[in-house]
């Protein structure tokens, strides 16, 4: 779709974004970013990272 990204990288960096994904989760920013919607409460994800 037009909001969608498609990335590449070489193989060797995999361990690395792997591990940065890991730190990020960590602290609380998970990924892939929810979308919220009129759908969706976005009290209820942001009460993880903003209590």
Known sequence: ????????????FL???IDGLDHLSRNGLRYPIPQYG?????????????Q
């Open 15 to 17: 361990p690395k974004v």
């Open 1 to 12: 779709m037009e909001d969608e990204l498609l990335m590449a990288i070489p193989p060797h």
């Open 38 to 50: 009129i759908n969706n409460d976005v009290r209820a994800g942001m009460g993880v990272s903003y």
